[in-house]
């Protein structure tokens, strides 16, 4: 290989680049939080008594587990407009990562809690609690601790699939990096370090999360 | 300007969805095969290789399939293969693969109780009769219904080819949705597609989980 | 004390031969240097609390576990801690466990035919024939075809019986054999064990059934804290412990 790496040129795109890391990091901030709020939601929604609730849940489920991310992306920015719902990027890519995880987060927080102990129910309801104070006081915080890491590992593929936001001109780490490229011409060496930076931040997100996971749900997940 | 029909717009999609299932295939075979290599070397008893393949896994997992395609994209040229959108989807999805369903299979094989290992040792027989013989017959099993699960996300992968310019499902939804501006309809149907195409992989994987529990 | 039991020839070459036999586990040391010997056709068990020793001791002799310093000789295969290859070790010794471990994916007979074909290269008749032989043996001639999951926990570790016999070793390990199973078919494998012991097998248990160990060895081991601080005829060793510690192991045992 007579190829010759040549890092030297990037230097002058580093604002460019760290831009491109916070837009990646703000998206999968708050794309995590609000998809694991709806995936709580769902779980809950999907464990209740109330029959078209749960096939309603379960269809939105099943349809975004089985569609492409990018798909539903483009559906959200370019199909919406036309039925008078216009998004502007970073919002509708917000969207489309909080639907995106939400769907996936519902199916795993829902494994956490089919996995509950009847007999923690039925302490529950033999001390005179409702089914949603069941559900927030002995249900949910044992069912998160015990599904944190897979939790987890979704949170980190939401984070990594949000590269193809690019195409919807969110200036995100990918949309840098293909920004880069066009300028200086360098493409290997542009996405091999876009490459690497994603990299280092999905271990530091894993590193995160599971500190995050060992204090709020701390004894949880060794049920 | 020319009208199109539904049947227009459909037509050309499915005549799309055709280079999406044959790039699924391909990957998810040729990824397979890979899986295996990559299963065996990171489990094997030797340990610079078991790393190696360690590396290899976390690489893959923790970056963006779409990094992956643009590397191979620009990579490839440099070791002298003809690069088109086709081969670098082809070879990244296939890399892409290996990787996931060589943890998934590393799983199936550290599930095999050590019992077993220890058993077929006082037997004699070698670690590689070890492998063929009791280990992997027993991890197959239970690797069926996950091996199943993870095609539908090399199926949703294929939808990112898409951005270098292979001309799948998702990319001739975009061209015609230039020529027709009708996004709604038309990334409608091709979401339905690709539901259509995975819906029964994520059913049958589903009750092939389903099965194994039962029958344990 | 001497190391080879009474009753024999102290001329004979020993079957198994253990000299300071040392293994750690981090920084526990559970072997400080074990010296053993078994001369064929003895059935000798190992006594002793858990956490004696004993189990890693038996481990050990057919390298399921990596010994750290000694030697371990079986019919004149050597084995020392360089040593990696241990099929030949293996050929000579085999093993039958706790928890059976049979291959849950292959019939009874499978199970018995894996190693003859894949190890022995034997032909298919005589894998089979002498599957049929050892199973058989084991009373289990009528089962060749089922699978572990349709056999009974006493079934199954007869099955595994019969997997280590049909590859004729020298001396056949036995770890806890009836310790997982339900009372009532704790005898049906006994008396396998017994039945091998008067054909002149050369047998090694590790063993919680005393009364079994008193009845059908030629001799005990008692370990203690790594050690071997007691070995002799099973009545003198029960009836006459030398040693406060295997008195109240005794003593424990008999209290139950």
Redesign the interface.
């Known amino acids: 290989m007579a190829y010759r790496f040549d890092f030297s040129s990037l230097a002058d795109y580093t604002p460019v680049l760290v831009q491109g890391v916070a837009t990646t990091v703000g998206l999968t901030l708050i794309g995590g939080v609000l998809g694991v709020g709806i995936g709580i939601a769902g779980a809950a929604a999907r464990s209740s008594g109330n029959a078209p609730l749960r096939f309603a849940v379960g269809s939105y489920v099943e349809l975004i587990r089985n569609t492409p991310f990018l798909v539903q992306l483009f559906f959200i920015f370019f199909g919406l407009p036309s039925m008078g719902v216009r998004l502007p990027e970073w919002q509708a890519a917000v969207l489309a990562m909080v639907i995106n995880l939400g769907a996936y987060a519902t199916e795993i927080i829902r494994a956490g809690i089919d996995a509950t102990p009847k007999g923690q129910i039925e302490a529950g309801a033999s001390l005179g609690m409702t089914g949603p104070q069941i559900f927030r006081y002995i249900i949910l915080g044992p069912a998160m601790g015990k599904i944190w890491p897979a939790l987890t590992s979704q949170i980190i593929i939401v984070m990594l699939g949000s590269s193809v936001c690019s195409q919807i001109a969110v200036d995100e780490l990918s949309f840098a990096a293909n920004f880069i490229q066009s300028r200086n011409f360098r493409p290997f060496e542009v996405y091999f370090l876009a490459t690497a930076l994603y990299l280092a931040l999905a271990v530091a997100l894993r590193w995160v999360l599971a500190r995050l996971g060992d204090r709020m749900f701390r004894g949880g997940a060794r049920v | 300007m020319y009208n199109f029909t539904l049947w227009d717009i459909l037509s050309n999609l499915l005549l799309a969805a055709r280079w999406t299932v044959l790039l699924s295939v391909i990957a998810f075979v040729c990824g397979g095969i890979a899986g295996i290599l990559v299963l065996l070397a990171r489990v094997a008893p030797l340990r610079p290789l078991r790393t190696a393949m360690k590396l290899y896994i976390e690489?893959f997992q923790?970056?963006?399939?779409?990094?992956?395609l643009?590397?191979v994209f620009?990579?490839l040229p440099?070791?002298g293969i003809e690069t088109s959108p086709w081969t670098a989807a082809a070879v990244a999805l296939t890399l892409f693969t290996s990787a996931y369903l060589a943890e998934i299979w590393r799983g199936c094989v550290e599930a095999v109780?050590r019992?077993?290992w220890?058993?077929?040792?006082?037997?004699?027989?070698?670690y590689g009769?070890q492998m063929r013989?009791?280990v992997l017959?027993?991890a197959l099993?239970i690797a069926v219904p996950p091996t199943v699960g993870f095609s539908?996300q090399v199926v949703?992968?294929?939808?990112?080819t898409?951005?270098i310019g292979f001309v799948e499902v998702?990319k001739a939804?975009?061209m015609i949705?230039n020529a027709t501006f009708?996004?709604?309809l038309?990334?409608?149907l091709?979401?339905l597609i690709?539901?259509v195409l995975?819906?029964p992989l994520?059913l049958s994987a589903k009750a092939l989980e389903r099965k194994l529990n039962v029958a344990r | 004390m001497s190391l080879a039991d009474q009753s024999v020839s102290p001329s004979a070459r020993p079957l198994v031969k253990l000299s300071n036999i040392r293994k750690s586990f981090g920084s526990v040391e559970v072997l400080k240097g074990v010296d053993m010997a078994v001369q064929e056709g003895q059935v000798v068990a190992m006594i002793g609390r858990s956490g004696s020793g004993k189990s890693t001791l038996l481990r050990s002799i057919n390298g399921l576990e990596r010994i750290d310093d000694g030697v371990i000789e079986v019919d004149g295969e050597c084995v020392d801690p360089s040593q990696i290859d241990l099929r030949a070790l293996r050929l000579k010794v085999g093993m039958v466990f706790q928890q059976f471990n049979l291959f849950p994916h292959l019939t009874a007979g499978e199970n018995v035919m894996l190693a003859l074909k894949v190890v022995k290269k034997q032909d298919k008749a005589a894998c089979r024939a002498a599957a049929e032989a050892a199973l058989s043996k084991v009373g289990l001639g009528h089962k060749f075809d089922a699978y572990p999951s349709q056999l009974s926990g006493g079934q199954q570790q007869r099955v595994a019986i019969a997997r280590s016999l049909a590859m004729a070793p020298k001396v056949l390990l036995c770890d806890e054999i009836t310790s997982a199973l339900d009372p009532e078919l704790v005898n049906e494998v006994l008396s396998v064990v017994r039945q091998l012991a008067e054909e002149g097998m050369t047998l090694l248990l590790v063993t919680h059934e005393m009364r079994f160990a008193r009845e059908v060895c030629d001799s005990l081991v008692f370990m203690h804290g790594g050690r071997i601080i007691e070995q002799g005829p099973p009545a003198e060793l029960f009836d006459r412990p030398q040693t406060p510690e295997l008195a109240q192991f005794v003593g424990m045992v008999e209290a139950r």
């Open positions: 690489l923790g970056t963006p399939l779409l990094m992956q643009f590397i620009f990579a440099l070791t109780p019992g077993q220890e058993a077929s040792a006082s037997l004699a027989l070698s009769e013989y009791v017959p027993q099993r539908v949703k992968g294929t939808a990112v898409s951005i998702t939804g975009t949705t009708q996004p709604f038309v990334y409608g091709v979401g690709y539901f995975c819906y994520s």
